[in-house]
């Protein structure tokens, strides 16, 4: 997912804006590793043993397909951003900003669409792995992960979907300059932004394309879910189990 970022941060020279990366790496990436840690073991032992071939092809499918998945919804994401009115005519452009400012390169549309679709599947990538096939408790016995992913998903889910608000405004996603979010229609804020360093002044998406766009990252989630339970862990792979079994090195003694 990271390469997925840059690559998009590189292309339309934008950054997914510092608070943000504290969300992923403080609170998505380390929140999730910890509570996925505390997964039980299964009450019998496996007929099969685990992997232990990094590059195997149980890996490569879990890790492969994930990531294929994540960048195909990514780049169609910017798809339908090029496709939406309110965003033609409204593009970002370096000419038109100061690049000086770094950490202000997220006031953008471009950035908002790269980060709540990524957000969305780093928490997503870090629930997939919990399923543990034969070898551990149920996923959904998990009740620490049940806890951490659910806050993560209610928490990006607001920030997507609300309108400009503090929490929002402190990710500066959906949210603009004050003056701005005023004239278009919404509350002044009573707490401090800095200035958007956009020409437009905003980067509020229009309340029908959040939900269309809340839709579509939970149609991400799921697509990954589904791939994780039918394909690396369910009956696709006990298919190609039976038709084509891993030959083992058979050691004389």
Same mark, same amino acid.
């Given at each position: 997912m990271s390469g997925m970022v840059k690559m998009a941060s590189f292309y339309f020279a934008i950054s997914l804006t510092e608070n943000l990366w504290l969300l992923i790496d403080g609170?998505?990436?380390t929140g999730l590793m910890l509570s996925i840690s505390l997964s039980g073991p299964a009450k019998r032992l496996?007929?099969?043993r685990?992997?232990?071939r990094i590059l195997g092809p149980q890996m490569l499918a879990s890790v492969g397909g994930i990531v294929f998945l994540n960048w195909l919804f990514s780049a169609m994401a910017y798809v339908w951003l090029f496709q939406?009115?309110?965003?033609?005519c409204n593009e970002h452009a370096t000419a038109e900003v100061d690049v000086t400012k770094w950490w202000l390169l997220g006031d953008n549309y471009e950035s908002s669409i790269l980060s709540f679709v990524s957000t969305f599947q780093f928490i997503t990538n870090g629930f997939v792995v919990n399923y543990g096939y034969l070898y551990r408790?149920?996923?959904?016995? +998990?009740?620490? $992960?049940?806890?951490?992913?659910?806050? *993560?998903?209610?928490?990006?889910?607001?920030?997507?979907?609300?309108?400009? /608000?503090r929490v929002g405004c402190a990710f500066r996603l959906n949210c603009?300059?004050?003056?701005?979010?005023?004239?278009?229609?919404?509350?002044k804020p009573n707490w401090s932004i800095e200035p958007? +360093?956009?020409? $437009?002044?905003?980067?509020?998406?229009? *309340?029908?394309?959040?939900?269309?766009?809340?839709?579509?990252?939970?149609? /991400?989630m799921v697509a990954?879910?589904?791939w994780q339970l039918f394909v690396v862990n369910g009956p696709v792979r006990n298919m190609l189990r039976n038709k084509k079994p891993l030959e083992r090195l058979r050691v004389k003694l």
């Open positions: 609170a998505i990436a496996a007929k099969y685990p992997t232990s939406q009115d309110w965003f033609r408790a149920r996923w959904y016995k +998990n009740y620490a $992960l049940l806890v951490v992913w659910g806050f *993560l998903m209610v928490f990006t889910s607001y920030m997507l979907l609300a309108d400009p /608000n603009g300059t004050a003056s701005v979010i005023e004239s278009l229609g919404y509350k958007y +360093n956009s020409h $437009l002044g905003h980067n509020i998406i229009p *309340l029908a394309s959040r939900y269309k766009l809340w839709g579509y990252c939970l149609g /991400n990954a879910n589904l």
